[in-house]
């Protein structure tokens, strides 16, 4: 629908009722750009249509109508109807995050039920599986959404799992990069929150096995090149011989090769292995790199790992991470770059393959994410950390355009080949009106559309991992966090978040395939790649995005993709799909650990207040893990001598600590966390009396507001005494429960 038609709409909607102060579309207008009004859903232009004419909202709660009906509110003033739409908008937020709350509820109650302790629960089986070698990926992983959604009971009751039955003494090869960032952030983070001390314990046994993988070891010496080597097959001696054979066989004339490594490089190199390998075994410490190669984003997780040396003071876990980013720095000149290939070899060179390239997707994203979230955490503290991720940060930034690709939408669709919503989908998603359909189409998208291409030395591959869509997010925090909120930063990273939300949009389910490919004219298919496993990027984006503006149209596609995820519930979870533009029942039965951890997180503090994670104190890993930020949250200064000169040339790792090592005790939150009941706190009497004098008082505002304004009010009663605590003390509010605690949208629903 076009905006002028969306306006007609409207216009009937606010000319119902004749009164002189009522909002017209030009009002409108001005207070919501023209893509915002285009993203509201049919429900919600039928609520406001309501408030202005007089009316109430249909099964709003935050509204209620009185006996006095509209007559009485003509003369009412127009900042009051804004009001309203506001707190109709709150009401809406509220919703979304307990839908996101109840989708987490299902899915822990049966992961409690039938999967507890396992690495995953099947979603269409029901069944749990140990497909990552039995390390409780997914209840790891969650910890932290539990805390946060306020799932006291269930967080502790898993916590005392962790403590009791983890065990990571087994001989199991495991990824380093996925264990650090889902074991090792998810322990950490559980502890930040909690305070519970024998999280912490597992993390630092986890941290001492995983850093074995680094070529720096325990005392801070270089790991011999040997074991490095050794692990591709090649020894030191022809390892510059091989390289250059493949680099041949990959076709790649040999000035593209100096381009990329240097000139020379691969010859004269220390054969010194710089990154960590990519597996480890947990048990024996022996490593192996099972690709052969080294992933970009793989070599570096500097968050984690910066934490628990803020934790424990041992500096070695910190030191191993300086280390691999100078080394990337270095061999790939990674300062004047700003992008790197996303294959690399141990020595931290271009691994020769045509595979290889520049990509921000798959094996390159998280690599410049950290960049940035490094810095963030290092925020207070920049004097002593080391300074060299916020400068590649920088160049990053610089040379981010040259990925850029622009492509004009056509004006009309062309025939058939354009995905169209099938009847099925339709009436799978529900129509229009109360039942919550959304206006936007493809037409609706403003164009030219902007991408991001991955380059090699020769081409330009035109797709787009939906991985990528962590960047508009990224762009936002940068925002967050600068002095000056550069409007240009924030423009570019809507305009990518927008290529991302149109990824869902152009789909029959509303949920993006794992990869888009792009032409001159806009977005197409990739064959190979339509499936959909409940990846959280675009979500986290709009989440950041709406912390650092505050602008509707986040929310409210955010609330479209709630709707689309949660069309993808089972019986015991929620399912990957096999084809974002096949039959829904084409499912596959797997629910990945971040869908817990990330996807439901993210959407629950999308419609969250700020203070229920204030990003000025955490910040989020890349798997979603908040991290307290240095110099917050009783987290002491730094304890580590800061910035490691060029650590290729200079033998050992400096893991001394500056100072005579604090205790533990000095840095970290409070130790006693009983496991108490928290609803029984919650509806311990004290607190009661407290609800009730909250609820009086906002009764007494109702009545002032009633005779100043009328009758049709936002009622703050509702807030209180209403869902808000719905575990606990009070009575249900007026109308049908069960309505309220099936489903999400007033669709289900009666008066
Ligand atoms: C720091 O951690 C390393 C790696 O596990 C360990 O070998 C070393 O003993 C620790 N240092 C201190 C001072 O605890
Ligand atoms: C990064 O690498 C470049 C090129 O090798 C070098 O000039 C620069 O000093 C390095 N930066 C740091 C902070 O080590
Ligand atoms: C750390 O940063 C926060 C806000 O980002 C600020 O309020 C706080 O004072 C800073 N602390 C230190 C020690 O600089
Ligand atoms: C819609 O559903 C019906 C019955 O389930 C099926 O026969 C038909 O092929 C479907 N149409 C499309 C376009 O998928």
């Given at each position: ?16 009722v ?32 309501a ?19 509209p ?14 739409i ?6 809406e ?81 495991v ?44 005392n ?7 074991s ?15 390289f ?22 691969l ?16 048990g ?14 793989e ?14 003071s ?25 992008l ?7 020595l931290?060179?271009?691994?020769p ?41 920088s ?5 981010l ?82 002095e ?26 509303d ?54 995820f ?5 019986r ?33 503090l ?7 994670l ?8 890349t ?50 966390t009983p ?52 575990n ?24």
């Amino acid at each position: 629908m076009s905006l002028t038609r969306l306006l007609t709409v409207l216009g009937v909607f606010f000319s119902r009722v004749g009164g002189v102060l009522r909002p017209s579309p030009v009002d409108l207008a001005q207070i919501w750009d023209a893509q915002t009004l285009v993203s509201f859903s049919v429900s919600q232009l039928d609520a406001f249509g309501a408030i202005s004419s007089g009316d109430c909202p249909y099964l709003s709660r935050a509204i209620r109508c009185g006996s006095r009906g509209p007559k009485a509110l003509r003369e009412r003033k127009r900042s009051l109807v804004w009001r309203l739409i506001e707190s109709y908008l709150a009401e809406e937020a509220f919703l979304a995050r307990r839908q996101a709350v109840s989708m987490m509820r299902h899915v822990w109650s049966n992961y409690e039920l039938r999967a507890f302790g396992k690495d995953e629960l099947r979603p269409v089986s029901g069944t749990g599986a140990n497909n990552w070698g039995g390390i409780g990926q997914t209840l790891v992983d969650a910890l932290d959404t539990l805390w946060l959604m306020d799932f006291k009971e269930e967080f502790h009751r898993a916590a005392l799992w962790v403590e009791q039955s983890l065990s990571f003494s087994k001989d199991l090869n495991v990824n380093l990069f996925e264990t650090s960032i889902r074991h090792l952030g998810g322990l950490l983070s559980a502890f930040a929150l909690s305070g519970r001390r024998g999280l912490l314990s597992k993390a630092k046994d986890l941290g001492n096995r995983l850093i074995k993988a680094f070529p720096v070891d325990a005392n801070g010496r270089k790991a011999n090149i040997m074991s490095g080597a050794k692990s591709m097959g090649v020894d030191a001696k022809s390892i510059g011989a091989k390289f250059q054979k493949l680099l041949n066989q990959a076709g790649l004339p040999s000035e593209v090769v100096d381009s990329v490594l240097g000139k020379g490089a691969l010859l004269s190199e220390q054969m010194q292995p710089s990154l960590p390998s990519s597996d480890i075994n947990l048990g024996s410490g022996e490593t192996k790199n099972l690709a052969g190669f080294i992933s970009l984003a793989e070599a570096y997780v500097p968050v984690e790992w910066k934490y628990l040396t803020a934790l424990t003071s041992n500096c070695t876990y910190s030191a191993a991470q300086d280390q691999v980013l100078h080394a990337i720095n270095r061999t790939l000149n990674l300062e004047d770059h700003g992008l790197a290939m996303i294959m690399l070899t141990p020595l931290g060179h271009v691994f020769p393959s045509p595979q290889n390239r520049v990509s921000l997707g798959s094996r390159g994203d998280s690599f410049y994410e950290y960049l940035l979230k490094e810095a963030v955490f290092a925020k207070n503290q920049s004097y002593s950390l080391d300074p060299l991720p916020k400068k590649l940060w920088s160049s990053f930034r610089a040379k981010l355009p040259e990925l850029f690709a622009e492509a004009q939408r056509v004006t009309r669709p062309p025939g058939p080949r354009w995905p169209q919503k099938t009847e099925n989908a339709s009436i799978h998603r529900g129509h229009g009106g109360s039942l919550g359909g959304w206006f936007e189409s493809w037409k609706d998208a403003p164009s030219p559309w902007l991408f991001l291409k991955e380059i090699t030395p020769q081409h330009t591959v035109p797709k787009m991992d939906h991985l990528i869509c962590f960047l508009p997010g990224a762009i936002a925090l940068q925002v967050f966090h600068s002095e000056e909120k550069s409007q240009m930063d924030l423009q570019l990273a809507h305009r990518l978040v927008q290529t991302c939300v149109h990824m869902y949009w152009r789909t029959v389910s509303d949920l993006a395939p794992e990869i888009t490919r792009f032409n001159l004219h806009g977005l197409v298919d990739d064959a190979g790649s339509m499936h959909n496993i409940l990846r959280p990027e675009t979500i986290e984006s709009l989440f950041l995005l709406w912390r650092t503006t505050k602008r509707q149209v986040y929310r409210n596609w955010g609330q479209r993709m709630l709707c689309a995820f949660y069309r993808t519930k089972t019986r015991f979870g929620f399912a990957s799909l096999e084809n974002v533009n096949g039959m829904p029942t084409q499912r596959r039965d797997s629910m990945p650990s971040f869908f817990l951890a990330e996807t439901l997180k993210y959407l629950f503090l999308l419609f969250s207040e700020d203070s229920v994670l204030p990003l000025e104190d955490f910040v989020l890993s890349t798997e979603a893990h908040p991290m307290p930020i240095l110099g917050q949250n009783g987290l002491g200064s730094w304890p580590c001598k800061g910035p490691r000169p060029n650590s290729m040339t200079s033998g050992a790792a400096r893991s001394e600590p500056t100072a005579k090592a604090p205790s533990t005790g000095n840095l970290s939150p409070p130790a006693t966390t009983p496991p108490v009941s928290e609803s029984k706190r919650l509806c311990d009497s004290k607190r009661r009396e407290e609800l009730q004098e909250q609820i009086r008082e906002a009764e007494r505002n109702l009545q002032k507001l009633r005779r100043e304004y009328g009758t049709c009010v936002s009622d703050p009663a509702c807030w209180q005494s209403g869902y808000t605590f719905e575990n606990c003390c009070f009575p249900a509010p007026r109308g049908n429960m069960q309505c309220w605690d099936v489903e999400f949208t007033y669709a289900r629903c009666c008066r």
